[in-house]
């Protein structure tokens, strides 16, 4: 039940009784963001991806569009006023395809197939390569029996997981709390997850030797050019990896043609060149000191689309802001509060495994780590194409100390957050999720995520944003922030 400006009251007078301080907690809880500025954040974010000629919108680490959002991002931090504000430089590999291209040889000539390269595979090292193709279909031992892969271009189809734990009425059923007072979070087939489920495939294609690797995108929009992690096809890009075999990417539209030809044994001539350099990525970090040395700590990532994570960066910024501006106004908070935007995410959490290294010692003042991601509007996929269900994505809180779990529902229903789901960290479900840190357990952590259909791919587009929700998750942040800063030492 929606919460009353009145039932705050009382609830405010029953935790006074309890000893808990409400005008504490009142000073130190910024005004209501303003929707509008965070939509400008995403729309500038979004803007950067335009020099990504590969994947459009999207800010990739190591390149031109990632290092002009880190830069904006430090500006941000300098703007509204945080301290110890800089960008940390995370070394990385800089991977930008040039050129690339799929054609086939059939009776009727050549025959060129839409494509576009797999992500953080390694460049072809001359003009081309010309060989015959092999279907290995999904990769069963059965389909996989005898075939020899080596110098040829095999043809897979690539999946997303079937996990049946993460069908969302499943989610349902084992999460510590539901808000759903519409009923709308119902029974579905669930997320279609940013990487392959066989992905054993392409590292069998490398081991035979094979001369490349072409992954059909057997259940994604068929308008739109996706990426797994890096660490799907064996890249440590920040210790100078790629993927060993060169490999490009088509739509299921693509694929069923190329299925075809490959099935039969067709040649191919394949290409897939580009610039591996070593760069880097950045962190960037800034302060608002407190009374106490102790950290609260507010993070998201830099890189990716509108939704993921345009959102995330833009609720970090607007909490920041207006910290930032309480604090002038004398409320400030007992523990510091810590703000760091992470580069490289898709790229094995690069960012934060730098940032967790580089600061071991002083991240024993973290008391807790907050983590926002993806405010997406929920996207059903229908006959190969994203389908807008008219809602949002269902938020998904957890939280490694389950104590924490009861003041998050209070915020969430005092703010009206529909579609939200809270688990403890403890549950299996959890270790699919969220940022690095959060999920290592590394330290206490709560972490907000949305499973959206049209994540890493070049359709997380700014009218995805759950414009109408994205207010509401950064006053639950703020509410979470002022009753832990009440309660931790």
């Known amino acids: 039940m929606k919460r009353t400006e009145g039932t705050s009251v009382i609830l405010c007078c029953l935790l006074a009784a309890l000893g808990f301080d409400c005008s504490r907690a009142s000073a130190a809880t910024p005004k209501a963001v303003d929707t509008k500025e965070m939509l400008g954040w995403i729309r500038t974010l979004s803007g950067f991806g335009a020099h990504n000629a590969v994947f459009p919108g999207i800010r990739q680490s190591g390149t031109r569009s990632g290092h002009l959002a880190t830069a904006w991002i430090e500006k941000q931090f300098k703007a509204f006023g945080l301290q110890r504000v800089r960008r940390e430089s995370v070394p990385i590999i800089a991977w930008e395809p040039t050129a690339y291209n799929l054609e086939v040889t059939t009776s009727a000539g050549r025959r060129s197939f839409e494509c576009w390269p797999l992500w953080y595979t390694r460049f072809i090292d001359r003009d081309q390569i010309e060989a015959e193709m092999i279907y290995v279909g999904l990769g069963s031992e059965k389909e996989l029996a005898g075939k020899d892969l080596k110098g040829k271009i095999v043809v897979a189809d690539m999946i997303s997981p079937r996990i049946p734990s993460l069908r969302y009425a499943h989610l349902k059923s084992i999460a510590y709390e539901t808000y759903d007072p519409d009923s709308t979070i119902a029974e579905a087939g669930g997320h279609r997850y940013w990487h392959f489920a066989n992905r054993h495939l392409y590292f069998l294609a490398a081991k035979q030797g094979a001369a490349g690797f072409v992954a059909i995108n057997v259940d994604k929009d068929i308008t739109g050019r996706f990426f797994p992690n890096a660490a799907n096809v064996g890249a440590d ?60 700590q507010l993070t998201s990532h830099s890189d990716g689309g509108a939704v993921n994570d345009g959102t995330g960066v833009a609720a970090v910024l607007a909490l920041a802001k207006r910290y930032a501006e309480r604090g002038r106004e004398g409320h400030s908070l007992k523990h510091t509060l810590q703000f760091v935007i992470t580069g490289g995410h898709f790229i094995d959490s690069a960012g934060v495994k730098a940032f967790m290294e580089r600061h071991k010692d002083a991240l024993k003042n973290v008391v807790v780590s907050l983590t926002v991601e993806h405010v997406g509007r929920h996207f059903d996929l229908v006959d190969g194409r994203l389908v807008d269900s008219n809602t949002v994505c ?63 791919s070049t359709l997380d587009t700014r009218e995805k944003v759950a414009v109408e929700h994205l207010p509401k998750v950064v006053a639950v942040f703020q509410d979470l922030i002022g009753a832990l800063d009440s309660r931790l030492d």
């Not at 790629?242 to 190329?258: D, E, H, T």
């Not at 789901?421 to 479900?429: G, K, M, R, T």
């Open 237 to 296: 890009p920040a210790n100078g990896k790629l993927g060993p075999l060169v490999g490009l990417c088509v739509n299921s539209v693509q694929g069923a043609k190329l299925r075809e030809f490959a099935a039969t044994g067709a040649r191919a001539a394949f290409r897939s060149a580009g610039e591996a350099n070593m760069s880097q990525t950045y962190n960037v970090v800034g302060a608002l000191p407190g009374t106490s040395k102790r950290i609260i």
């Open 394 to 456: 269902f938020h998904a809180f957890f939280s490694t100390n389950e104590d924490w779990l009861g003041l998050i529902s209070k915020a969430v229903h005092r703010h009206d957050l529909r579609r939200s789901l809270l688990f403890p960290a403890s549950l299996p479900v959890a270790d699919r999720s969220g940022e690095g840190w959060s999920v290592s357990k590394a330290m206490p952590s709560v972490w907000r995520i949305s499973p959206v259909q049209y994540m890493q």
